[in-house]
């Protein structure tokens, strides 16, 4: 009797939980994007268990879903942005207590390799689960992202994950999805140092990976009289990428730099993608016969340097780049490359939207826009059999939008992911899609004046520094110390939550312009250091 | 069968009549600088396929060529740098002081607009080094201009590939100031310099060794290819030219005393300030030297030179190039040839070879340009005067018979270019932000390159 009353509570326990589980949700009335098939222009999207359950004109809400009314509203596949670091967190705990050094808290990484040379980096070492952390970029109306580190040689393995999960295996779509490169430099006086040895680096590496595979295969089959060979985790990371099983992602933008990728990938005969893209037009032939697809950045170029009549005229050059990037898209889709869309480093996601919508503008068809941000993402990254296109048996990936989603009154109502629901509340309509909240309240000014100490995370080492802010109302004026010398600050303005000011730095001979955001919250403070370098994140707290 | 043989005939001819017409370039009454052959005046060239087909007086072409008039102008070979570090994305890989691993041809950027500011000054071909900040640096690319091109139409197919060497305060980090906490780099001294190159080549002998070993199956595992040392291997083997920048005629001396001990040549002394002063000791070992025309003491090393240093070389039957170092100078070296007739009186000739043929020799690319002779590529220029006087400017400049700079086409675009500015600064993407912009770099241009000093920088 005893045993049987276990048994009905486990019983029990197990109906409850398949019940949670089970829940289902139904979009009524909407206008349904399929991107598979035809649109449908007043249908039902029934998700049930995550899954998509049923889809079309006809389909029938079940008893026991809880209804969406889509009236007016257009359902999207979840949009995919196809590269971004969202939910990396810092390789070094930015939340280190006082007095202890942030690296103590990371793991001793065993590698032969400086930081920035370590492919064996993987993304979903460096993700925390949680949906609350993806909200601002879920209420935009992604639903799944490709997300890697941006720091080194070697950004790391990247994951693809859907934005919703309490931890991260929950999240995961695929890991690892490829591994990403950026041609830059590991910094701080260690090979290597300039593009120069970069390319080097690599390619000796590429060499020894191909090397120590076939020594560990030899050894494998007999190891008699034979020297051990090493385990090399960094090498063996590549072994994946060398034999195209896994393909490898090149950061690259400008013609030049895509054409070192291929050139790059074809020396070793890799399976290449191109992170970036911008000027892929120019190398479209190129892309085509070697079959590399583009993520393509949809973060355009912009000018950011201030007007001056003392300062040199802007190059031909970039004043094309400038005009030609929002052509890409369609440039490529006419000479046949596959692309999907990604957000590219772009501060807003907004940009993400308005931007593509400007590529539908410069002759991209409106459906490829949408396809390169759903299906023909999905189908890039390998993923298609499961999401990318509102199909029964699909991952209950959905954006519901209203109004055109390439315009600036697009409001995403609600996105699903992985079929749970995630509905967002139109507050007032400067509080746009994308956005996050902001807490403070129009007209009062932050407090930011002071002496702050601060660490900034530069690749392969830290810098530490202070900045001494002064605050008149809505202006900053005061310095920024670190080992690279004492700059004035320029341009200090109290922003929402902080403060933003420019700052020249002298770093290896050249004068550097940085432009420094920073967010106050109490005594801390952290922000971004923006300088044509790239981008490098700082940390801190204020000095009593 | 008559009949079929007679098509085939008639399309032989046809295919001859095109080949024979195709791609020619006929340039015609010029004053013809050959630097080999003399002056020829009133002179015709006919470029076919590339090449220079015939020179002579009066020569016809077919009918579709390309008809040059250059009455009352000056051809001059196309112009070479046997020094210049143009079109790179990246000059020096600082970390290390044996950097044979880096490949120029990694970083070359072939949109660049110093290459064409480099046409317009006539120069049609370059040796670009990586800079001087380590004994061994890294493997050179020898170029033509071939502006518009992508970067794998710049390079030369069989010039023999090269690499840079550095000897003296550059490699020694002499200038080199050095961030919180960083060791400073091994060698601080001469001697240390010459220690690495000679434990390069010890260990580029081991290498080779060890392989030697394996192919011959004295050992079961394949030896870790090293990337380091191949190129080094090479210069052991004959196959790599190296072009060792220093100042001091004592570092060149020790350099090709070592050079003799490993059984090897160096190609090229670049710089070599003092190298009057061992003309005998260069000249027998069959090595090159590289010199600026006249620039001197801008920094200690370099104090010891004078204006005769070509001219002196020369003497000694030593082959001798004038260099730019810099993108700005590279579009006059015309002009420093032409000074090598005032020190010391060099034949205009011989001049004009220091930016012509004998840089082609010293890079090994003197059998396809150099000279303007039969055969070779059609790297030409045609100057508006004399090209050793200062009013005389480049007209045209050609490789292997294509255009890539006209004057007259320049200057007619340029208003289009100033319109095509206009409408592009009026776009909003190239405005101005109204907030939060940073501050534009004033002045932007920093003159860098100029002697050497972009050579010994930290990494760029």
């Not at chain 1, 196809?82 to 007095?99: E, F, H, K, S, Y």
């Not at chain 2, 020619?24 to 396929?49: C, M, P, Q």
């Not at chain 2, 059984?263 to 090229?268: H, L, R, S």
Request: net charge neutral; charged share 20%.
């Amino acid at each position: 009797m005893k045993f049987k009353i276990v048994l009905l509570a486990v019983a029990a326990t197990g109906l409850f939980a398949a019940h949670a589980g089970a829940q289902s949700f139904a979009i009524t009335n909407a206008k349904i994007v399929t991107v598979s098939g035809p649109t449908i222009e007043s249908g039902t999207v029934v998700v049930r268990d995550g899954l998509i359950a049923a889809v079309g004109a006809d389909a029938k809400a079940p008893a026991d879903a809880q209804i969406f009314d889509g009236t007016g509203m257009t359902v999207y596949p979840g949009f995919v942005d196809a590269l971004t670091n969202v939910g990396i967190q810092p390789r070094t705990a930015a939340a280190a207590p006082p007095g202890v050094v942030a690296t103590q808290l990371t793991p001793q990484a065993n590698s032969n390799y400086p930081v920035g040379l370590r492919p064996e980096v993987i993304a979903i070492d460096e993700l925390r689960g949680g949906d609350a952390q993806f909200e601002t970029v879920r209420n935009a109306g992604f639903t799944t992202v490709v997300t890697v580190g941006r720091l080194g040689i070697f950004n790391g393995r990247s994951a693809i994950i859907n934005l919703a999960g309490e931890n991260v295996s929950g999240m995961i779509v695929k890991s690892p999805f490829a591994e990403h490169i950026s041609f830059t430099t590991v910094g701080g006086g260690v090979y290597p140092g300039s593009l120069l040895g970069t390319f080097s680096a690599l390619r000796q590496m590429f060499l020894d990976a191909q090397r120590l595979q076939e020594i560990q295969k030899m050894y494998a089959a007999n190891p008699r009289g034979m020297k051990r060979p090493d385990a090399d985790a960094s090498l063996e990371a590549l072994f994946p990428v060398i034999n195209r099983e896994v393909p490898i992602v090149f950061n690259a933008n400008r013609e030049i730099e895509i054409v070192r990728a291929l050139d790059f990938a074809k020396e070793f005969n890799l399976k290449a993608m191109i992170g970036g893209g911008q000027e892929a037009w120019k190398v479209a032939d190129r892309l085509k016969a070697q079959d590399v697809p583009v993520l393509l950045s949809l973060n355009f170029p912009k000018r950011t340097t201030a007007a001056s009549p003392d300062a040199d005229q802007e190059t031909m050059d970039i004043l094309r780049f400038r005009a030609e990037t929002p052509k890409t898209a369609a440039k490529l889709q006419q000479a046949g490359v596959k692309f999907a869309f990604q957000s590219g480093g772009a501060t807003t996601l907004l940009d993400f939207f308005t931007n593509a919508g400007k590529a539908v503008e410069n002759g991209l068809s409106r459906d490829a826009a949408i396809r390169s941000m759903t299906l023909g993402s999905a189908e890039i990254l390998g993923i298609s059999d499961r999401l990318g296109s509102i199909d029964t048996g699909k991952i209950a990936n959905l954006a519901v939008v209203k109004g055109d989603v390439f315009s600036k009154d697009r409001f995403v109502s609600s996105t699903f992911v992985d079929g749970k629901p995630f509905e967002q509340k139109l507050v007032t309509p400067s509080t746009a899609a994308g956005r996050p909240p902001t807490t403070t309240s129009p007209g009062a000014i932050a407090r930011v004046g002071g002496n702050y100490s601060i660490t900034i995370e530069v690749p392969g080492q830290q810098l530490t520094g202070t900045m001494a802010l002064t605050q008149q109302a809505g202006v900053i004026t005061g310095s920024l110390q670190t080992q690279l010398g004492t700059s004035p600050i320029k341009d200090g303005k109290v922003t929402a939550d902080g403060f933003s000011f420019a700052a020249t730095v002298e770093f290896g001979g050249t004068q550097v312009e940085m432009h420094v955001k920073g967010t106050v919250a109490g005594n801390q403070v952290s922000g971004t250091m923006d300088s044509p370098q790239g981008t490098v994140s700082f940390t801190g707290k204020r000095n009593p | 069968m008559k009949t079929l043989t007679s098509i085939f005939i008639v399309l032989l001819l046809g295919l001859a009549t095109l080949a024979q017409t195709r791609n020619e370039v006929l340039i015609k009454n010029a004053t013809v600088l050959t630097a080999i052959h003399g002056t020829l005046e009133n002179t015709d060239i006919l470029i076919r396929d590339g090449k220079i087909a015939k020179i002579g007086k009066n020569l016809a072409a077919g009918g579709s060529a390309k008809i040059i008039d250059a009455t009352g102008k000056f051809i001059s070979p196309g112009i070479i740098d046997c020094h210049s570090h143009t079109m790179m994305d990246a000059i020096n890989e600082g970390s290390l002081s044996v950097t044979s691993m880096t490949r120029i041809r990694d970083v070359l950027n072939p949109t660049d607009i110093a290459i064409y500011r480099a046409l317009a000054g006539g120069v049609t071909t370059a040796n670009l080094l990586h800079g001087s900040a380590n004994a061994i640096g890294g493997q050179n690319s020898t170029v033509k201009f071939k502006f518009g091109h992508p970067i794998e139409d710049f390079m030369i197919p069989d010039a023999p590939p090269g690499i840079k060497f550095a000897m003296g305060e550059n490699p020694k980090r002499s200038s080199q100031t050095f961030q919180p906490g960083q060791t400073p780099r091994y060698p601080r001294t001469r001697m240390g310099t010459l220690e690495v190159m000679r434990d390069a080549f010890v260990r580029a002998r081991d290498y080779k060794q060890a392989w030697d070993d394996y192919k011959a199956k004295k050992t079961k595992v394949p030896p870790r290819r090293d990337i380091e040392l191949e190129p080094i291997v090479e210069i052991l083997e004959g196959k790599r030219l190296v072009h060792a920048h220093g100042y001091r005629s004592d570092e060149h001396l020790n350099l090709m005393l070592l050079a003799d001990e490993f059984g090897f040549k160096v190609a090229t002394l670049q710089h070599g300030l003092e190298a009057y002063k061992i003309a005998p000791e260069i000249a027998r070992r069959g090595t090159g030297v590289s010199i600026f025309a006249d620039s001197w003491s801008y920094k200690l090393e370099a104090y010891d030179s004078i204006p005769y240093n070509a001219y002196i070389l020369w003497k000694n039957g030593v082959v001798v190039s004038i260099n730019s170092d810099s993108d700005e100078r590279m579009r006059r070296l015309n002009l420093d040839a032409a000074k090598m007739m005032k020190y010391g009186g060099v034949p205009e000739e011989e001049a004009l070879k220091m930016v012509t043929l004998n840089p082609a020799k010293q890079l090994g690319i003197d059998k396809r340009t150099g000279s303007i002779e039969v055969g070779k590529d059609a790297d030409i220029v045609i100057w508006s005067a004399h090209p050793f006087s200062v009013y005389s400017h480049a007209d045209m400049t050609l490789i292997e018979g294509d255009v890539y700079f006209d004057r007259s086409n320049d200057i007619q675009k340029r208003p289009e270019i100033a319109k095509e500015r206009e409408a592009l600064e009026k776009m909003d993407i190239n405005k101005a932000p109204a907030s939060g912009a940073t501050s534009p770099r004033i002045p932007s241009e920093k003159r860098t390159e100029e002697r050497d000093e972009a050579e010994y920088g930290d990494n760029r």
